[in-house]
C-alpha cells in the first residue's frame, strides 16, 4: 500500500513542481488505499461523500483545488434494489 501511495505521491510533486497553478483530478477506484492515506499523502481532498456500492464509497474522486464547486452525486447503489 504505502509503495502505491508514494508513486501517486511523487506524480503529483512532479506535476506540481512542472506547472505550480495546475489543478489536479484523480478518480477511479482506491477502494484497496484508505481514504486517510490518499489525502494525507497527496494533499488531495475526497470529494465523494456517497455510497456507491451498499454502503462502500468504493469509486473515488480527490481534487486539488477547493475553488471548483463539484456536485458528485450516486444516482442509485449497484445493491439498492430496481
Known amino acids: 500500500m ?3 501511495l508514494r508513486y501517486i505521491e511523487s ?5 506540481v513542481r512542472d506547472q505550480s497553478d495546475a ?3 484523480r478518480a477511479g477506484d482506491f477502494n484497496q488505499l484508505p481514504n486517510d492515506a490518499v489525502v ?9 461523500n456517497q455510497p456507491a456500492r ?4 468504493l469509486d473515488r474522486m480527490y481534487e486539488s483545488s477547493p475553488t471548483y464547486s ?13
Do not use: A, C, N
Open 40 to 48: 494525507e499523502h497527496t494533499d488531495l481532498m475526497q470529494i465523494v
Open 23 to 25: 489543478s489536479i483530478i
Open 2 to 4: 504505502l509503495k502505491k
Open 70 to 82: 463539484v456536485v458528485v452525486r450516486v444516482v442509485q447503489s449497484i445493491d439498492s434494489p430496481k
Open 54 to 57: 451498499g454502503m462502500h464509497v
Open 11 to 15: 506524480r503529483i510533486d512532479e506535476i
